[in-house]
């Protein structure tokens, strides 16, 4: 059984995930690079307390594009601005967190 490391509750009772979504502050910013090509990227994510790998996976399948993690941010392919937040809140930020810029 998964331990967290923070409250040493096994990982289905620990809610230090669930508190740190509501804590960060999250830009999402949508950059044009080159050949045209437009990328949402997500940043603002403390890796250290929110798995940053599941919200790219959750994120890469409900918009159905590709995407990457770098640093600390998630890069998605195309612009999603319009549909990141309302997947952010669902997956349990807060809403007054989300920075659309
Ligand atoms: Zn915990």
Not at 18 to 35: G, L, N, P, Y
Not at 63 to 82: K, P, Y
Request: net charge positive; aromatic share 2%; glycine share 6%.
């Amino acid at each position: 059984m998964n331990v967290c490391a923070r409250c040493g509750l096994p990982q289905d009772l620990c809610v230090c995930e669930s508190i740190a979504k509501e804590t960060q502050k999250v830009t999402v910013s949508v950059e044009e690079r080159k050949f045209r090509k437009q990328y949402t990227v997500i940043a603002g994510i403390d890796r250290k307390e929110i798995d940053i790998e599941a919200l790219a996976r959750t994120l890469k399948a409900k918009l159905a594009c590709g995407g990457t993690i770098r640093d600390d941010a998630i890069e998605l392919q195309g612009n999603h601005r319009n549909r990141v937040k309302e997947i952010l809140v669902g997956a349990g930020f807060a809403p007054e967190t989300i920075i659309l810029k």
